[in-house]
């Protein structure tokens, strides 16, 4: 059993950053999968990034790709997200997760992840 809980959030204007962060307690991070959702309101939830337990690969929503980075800090026990250029269609609920699913995969699914945070409000103004 993992305990997620995500930070960072808050409100930027557009164009600026933000990086959100996901700490684990009960089990280290490295030994699972993780993700970040957002979901916006009246909109599904929908994976923002992934990457896999091994870090060897990773995935990118294309409405993000070139502006986010997901990473881990081993010695910290943390996933972060970092955010540039945020846009206003950006503005959501972000959430980290976690799955049990192992190997050198990274899982696009929500029905996927097996531990989830309550999740952290990212708001961008125009």
């Known amino acids: 059993q993992v305990h997620v809980v995500e930070s960072g959030g808050g409100l930027v204007q557009a164009g600026g950053s933000l990086r959100l962060f996901c700490a684990a307690s009960?089990?280290?991070?490295?030994?699972?999968?993780m993700g970040w959702f957002r979901q916006a309101p009246g909109k599904e939830r929908e994976l923002v990034t992934a990457?896999?337990?091994?870090?060897?690969?990773?995935y990118y929503a294309h409405s993000v790709r070139g502006r986010f980075t997901i990473g881990r800090d081993s010695a910290k026990n943390t996933v972060y997200l970092k955010m540039n250029s945020l846009k206003p269609e950006d503005t959501a609920v972000y959430y980290c997760a976690a799955t049990n699913w192992g190997g050198t995969y990274y899982y696009t699914r929500a029905s996927e992840y097996h531990y989830w945070g309550q999740g952290t409000q990212v708001t961008v103004s125009s």
């Open positions: 990457i896999s337990k091994s870090r060897s690969s990773s």
């Open positions: 009960g089990r280290t991070f490295s030994s699972y999968a």
